[in-house]
């Protein structure tokens, strides 16, 4: 049933907050201290979002229905109401509607819902520390290539030159939504063509020799520090997944009777599907006696309602003696493409397909998750098999980097 002012004022505090249900997500929070508070349950992108709609009685039963009916009109036009809440209140602080912020921000709230969650939220804090400071309250036609510049330049000087080409690449994203909106006529960022250094390449180190790869594999079995983590460095080599997405691994995801490993890549946001070998299974089977009630297969050490620290692996390593320009978490995969490609000899386009990249057939169609599933089967169990023999220090064949 609707809310009424009489329900309102009748219902009398508890111990704990109680909720009073209106209807289309709004609701009445009545706290133990007394307070009521207005809020709005939604979803966008697919995720369950709150904001808060005022103070009863200062905003009335009435008003909020309208607050809630202007935030579903938002939702039906594809807006995120808490998004357009904070680019509301950033204009009348700015005093400009079209300013760089106000653009930003309604470029972010209309395509967020298609990034990574986390891709987001690193792309958005770029924007609040690093530019919305400087000249996120001008107009965005008025912005100019030198005023650009110099913004992106205060990144640079700190040493963060990746961290600028990428926050230059956004501004060219938002400038190129603002000419398509009619408040920008040109993109700025393509003048600044240049302007910044290149960034070196780095690549992750990674051990691919099988003669060290063997000595990796015998003093990673004996680490003798926590079994979470030991577990996760004993399956990384078998999976070669990318560190986050092991690191992130749910139960709900692993199939321990079919043999599988399905989860969605969260560098294209597309599914994925890792073949587990005999000895992953052994390993995972181990773990699920110890973290199996919960949602994480690698649970923090602070909290189980956490995944592991993103250090967790690169810390074991260190306390190992295996520097950093020796093996990276990323070094792994680097590690399985080149052995299985120049030792093991299987197809390449089955080794990208496993590290989950971006592999099209010969008529340009992106492969499906289950391409070649039963040669990456054979694969896998041949990849762990090998690992173990190169463990027991057999089968030790160098790769010819000299190879045509």
């Known amino acids: 049933m609707p809310l009424t002012d009489t329900a309102i004022r009748n219902t009398k505090p ?4 109680i909720k009073l249900t209106d209807g289309g997500g709004l609701y009445l929070l009545l706290n133990p201290n007394g307070s009521r508070w207005w809020r709005l349950d939604y979803r966008y992108g697919g995720k369950r979002k709150t904001i808060s709609m005022g103070i009863y009685p200062d905003v009335s039963l009435k008003d909020a229905r309208e607050r809630r009916d202007e935030a579903r009109k938002l939702l039906a036009s594809d807006v995120d109401p808490g998004e357009n809440r904070k680019a509301v209140k950033a204009a009348k602080v700015a005093g400009n509607t079209n300013s760089f912020e106000i653009v930003t921000r309604e470029w972010f709230s209309k395509y967020s819902s298609t990034w990574n969650e986390s891709h987001g939220d690193r ?15 001008k107009p965005i036609a008025d912005i100019t290539a030198p005023e650009l510049l110099a913004t992106i330049r205060k990144i640079e000087s700190r040493g963060a030159l990746e961290t600028a080409h990428r926050a230059l690449g ?18 700025y960022s393509t003048d600044l063509k240049g302007a910044l250094p290149p960034v070196k390449s780095e690549h992750f180190a990674a051990i691919t020799e099988p003669k060290q790869v063997g000595e990796l594999l015998r003093a990673m079995d004996g680490y003798t520090g926590s079994q979470i983590v030991r577990h996760a460095l004993l399956l990384a080599p078998l999976v070669f997944v990318r560190p986050g997405e092991l690191r992130k ?6 199939d321990l009777d079919a043999a599988e490993w399905r989860f ?7 599914p994925h599907i890792v073949p587990l070998s005999r000895q992953a299974i ?7 006696a110890l973290t199996g009630d919960g949602r ?20 074991a390593m260190r306390r190992m003696g295996i520097e950093k320009d020796e093996m990276s978490g990323h070094g792994f995969r680097a590690m399985a493409r080149t052995i299985l490609d120049e030792v093991l000899g299987f197809r390449p386009d089955h080794i990208e397909h496993q590290l989950a990249h971006a592999v099209r057939d010969p008529n340009g169609r992106a492969y499906n998750r289950t391409a070649h599933l039963p040669e990456r089967r054979k694969m896998m169990q041949e990849w762990a098999d090998y690992l173990d023999k190169l463990k027991t220090g057999a089968e030790i064949i160098p790769i010819n980097n000299n190879a045509a």
Do not use: H
């Not at 508890?14 to 907050?17: A, D, H, L, N, Q």
């Not at 956004?170 to 040109?186: H, K, S």
């Not at 691994?249 to 692993?254: F, G, K, R, S, V």
């Open 296 to 315: 994480y297969v690698f649970p923090g050490a602070r909290s189980r309602n956490r995944p592991m620290s993103d250090n967790a692996i690169l810390a």
């Open 264 to 270: 969605i890549v969260t560098k294209t946001n597309t």
């Open 14 to 17: 508890t111990e704990k907050p």
């Open 249 to 254: 691994a749910e139960w709900a995801d692993i």
């Open 123 to 137: 792309i958005i804090r770029r924007f609040e520390r690093d530019i919305f400071p400087w000249i996120g309250g």
């Open 282 to 288: 052994e390993i995972l089977s181990e773990m699920q």
């Open 170 to 187: 956004n501004c060219g994203q938002v400038f190129r939504y603002a000419i398509a909106t009619g408040r920008a006529t040109r993109d």
